[in-house]
């Protein structure tokens, strides 16, 4: 009985060491490295572009007509950057870059379609021309966020045109 009971107390304590070492880790040794983690983060940026709306003109008025209009852009933060205004759809051809001269059309059929003088600043209307080049156009120092950039608009007063609606289309650029 004795031996019965040696032996179970034996096989009972072979399970229990067995188990013990299935469950419990043990290592001999142990060695580490090092992983490298990189990433580059590239200057990027979008734009979007509000309408500048004149509204109604009065060519017999001695004032100018002003208006406003919003760029957004949003840019990878500490990014520089030039917006720079093209001349737009209708310029008058002997316009440069760093000066357009732009025009509305009334987008008449024919040879002699209306054209409305207008100009866009970059701080005021009647202040600083806003271009096409990196000297007449705006300096931009991205915050990672939108930033809203005002362009200032002017037709100048008393031109000579026929009751109709113009229109033009400008080439925002940021160049980063």
């Known amino acids: 009985m004795k031996t019965k009971l040696k032996l179970k107390l034996a096989i009972a304590s072979a399970i229990v060491a ?8 043990s290592y001999a040794a142990t060695t580490t490295g ?3 983690v990189t990433a ?31 760029i957004t852009s949003t840019c990878t933060s500490g990014g520089a950057t ?4 093209g001349k737009g759809s209708n310029y008058l051809p002997t316009s440069t870059d760093a000066i357009p001269l732009r025009r509305m059309s009334d987008g008449a059929a024919g040879d002699f ?13 009647g202040g600083t021309v806003w271009g096409n080049t990196d000297s007449t156009g705006k300096a931009i120092t991205a915050t ?9 608009g002017q037709i100048t007063a008393q031109q000579s045109v026929s009751e109709a609606s113009f229109s033009d289309s400008v080439l925002v650029t940021l160049s980063y």
């Open 18 to 25: 067995g188990a013990m070492g299935l469950s419990a880790t």
């Open 34 to 36: 090092s992983m490298a």
């Open 40 to 70: 580059e983060v590239a200057m990027s940026c979008a734009i979007t572009t509000g309408e500048m709306a004149f509204g109604t003109y009065d060519p017999t008025s001695t004032t100018a007509l002003d208006a406003t209009a919003t």
């Open 82 to 85: 030039i917006m720079t205004m």
């Open 113 to 125: 379609p209306q054209m409305l003088d207008y100009h866009l600043y970059s701080d005021s209307a």
């Open 144 to 152: 990672g966020t939108a930033q809203a950039i005002t362009v200032y």
